[in-house]
C-alpha cells in the first residue's frame, strides 16, 4: 500500500487565500497497484512513490508507506515534482524516529503537521483505520 496526503498552508502557492484553512489532498493505491492517474495530487504523487520504491528496492523490503507532505505558507515558486521526489530521498538518509507501531508513528508525527490526528484520519486511508480518542479530534489546522 501506498499514499499521498498534501497538506497545502494557507498563504501558500496552492492555498493563496491566507484566510482559508489548511488544504488537505491524497491518493493512495493498496497492493493492486491504480487503474487510472492520479488527479488531486498529480505528479507529486509519481514522484514520492518513485523515492520510496527505490528505498524498498535497496534493502530487498516490501512495506506500507504513508508520505506526509507540508507545503508551507513560504513555498512560493514550483520548481517541479523533481523536488519532492528528492525531499523524499533525503528523508530516508535523513534522521529517522522510531515506533512499535503504524499507529504510534502516525501519532508521533502528526504533533508536528500542521492538522489533527482526527482530520488526518478523515482524508487518509491508512490513517483511517487507526483507533481514535478523545484527542484526535481536536483541529490544529
Given at each position: ?67 506526509l507532505r507540508h507545503v508551507s505558507d513560504d513555498y512560493w ?65
Amino acid at each position: 500500500e501506498y499514499e499521498l496526503v498534501e497538506m497545502k498552508s494557507p498563504g501558500s502557492i496552492w492555498n493563496p487565500d491566507p484566510a482559508a484553512g489548511v488544504s488537505l489532498a491524497a491518493a493512495s493505491e493498496g497492493r493492486d497497484g491504480r487503474t487510472g492517474y492520479v488527479e488531486e495530487t498529480a505528479g507529486a504523487y509519481y514522484a514520492a512513490r518513485l523515492g520510496v520504491a527505490e528505498h524498498l528496492d535497496e534493502r530487498g523490503r516490501q512495506a506500507k508507506a504513508l508520505v506526509l507532505r507540508h507545503v508551507s505558507d513560504d513555498y512560493w515558486g514550483p520548481v517541479g515534482v523533481w523536488q519532492v521526489r528528492e525531499a523524499v530521498r533525503n528523508a530516508f538518509d535523513g534522521e529517522s524516529g522510531t515506533a512499535e507501531t503504524f499507529g504510534e508513528a502516525v501519532r508521533g508525527v502528526t504533533e508536528h503537521l500542521p492538522v489533527s490526528l482526527g482530520r488526518l484520519r478523515r482524508k487518509s486511508t491508512m490513517a483511517a483505520g487507526l483507533q481514535a480518542n478523545l484527542g484526535d479530534f481536536v483541529d490544529a489546522g
